[in-house]
């Protein structure tokens, strides 16, 4: 078994995270994509590289509105 250590330098922790971590409970029955984590991870791409990191509370992300996941079945529909 190893450890991982984490350079706590390239990511920031943001308000909220802590109280998160600390009123989250694990539930007794686990179910795929039944129990979400407390906590996200979010970092941008620009400029060729990635940014600087946040570990930030769970909540809604920003989505581009022509994202192919949203036009998936458009794509699929208008092939056949």
Request: charge should be negative; hydrophobic fraction near 40%; glycine fraction near 12%.
């Amino acid at each position: 078994m190893s450890i991982c250590k984490t350079d706590m330098t390239t990511f920031d922790v943001e308000r909220g995270v802590a109280a998160a971590l600390k009123s989250f409970a694990v539930p007794e029955q686990l179910g795929f994509g039944t129990v979400a984590a407390p906590v996200m991870y979010s970092v941008d791409w620009s400029n060729g590289g990635w940014g600087r990191g946040r570990l930030l509370p769970y909540g809604p992300i920003e989505l581009w509105p022509g994202s192919r996941a949203l036009h998936y079945s458009e794509f699929v529909f208008e092939g056949m």
